[in-house]
Nanobody, 117 residues
Framework: QLQASGGGMVQAGGSLRLSCAAP????????LGWFRQPPGKEREFVAGIRWGAGTTVYADSVKGRFIISRDKAENTVYLQMNGLKPEDTAVYYC????????????WGQGTQVTVSS
């Protein structure tokens, strides 16, 4: 299971960076991704990154504002969130899969992000 961290409370327009420690051995073909679950809504895909190539995919709602990256040396995946909006309020999770659309089988503990207007 992957554990997300780095959430918090921020005003609209602010920034946060989430972190997630990848498994001890992460295959190049693996996709590490971020999902979120807003209050009262279903969990949704936010962004994904192919561990080996570093290619990225984003949900339309976060394009141009969020940046997913990975540090192979630290075995960590990040989500830099800029220009946060109240609708970004959610519990954020990181997860892994091998293909898009991502349908992870396991979910770790998420981290709460709250954006006030």
């Amino acid at each position: 299971q992957l554990q997300a961290s780095g959430g918090g409370m921020v005003q609209a327009g602010g920034s946060l960076r989430l972190s997630c420690a990848a498994p001890g051995r992460t295959y190049s073909s693996a996709i590490l991704g971020w999902f979120r679950q807003p209050p009262g809504k279903e969990r949704e895909f936010v962004a994904g990154i192919r561990w080996g190539a570093g290619t990225t995919v984003y949900a339309d709602s976060v394009k141009g504002r969020f940046i997913i990256s990975r540090d192979k040396a630290e075995n960590t995946v990040y989500l830099q969130m800029n220009g946060l909006k109240p609708e970004d309020t959610a519990v954020y999770y990181c997860a892994a899969d091998v293909a898009y659309p991502m349908r992870p089988k396991n979910w770790g503990q998420g981290t709460q992000v709250t954006v006030s207007s």
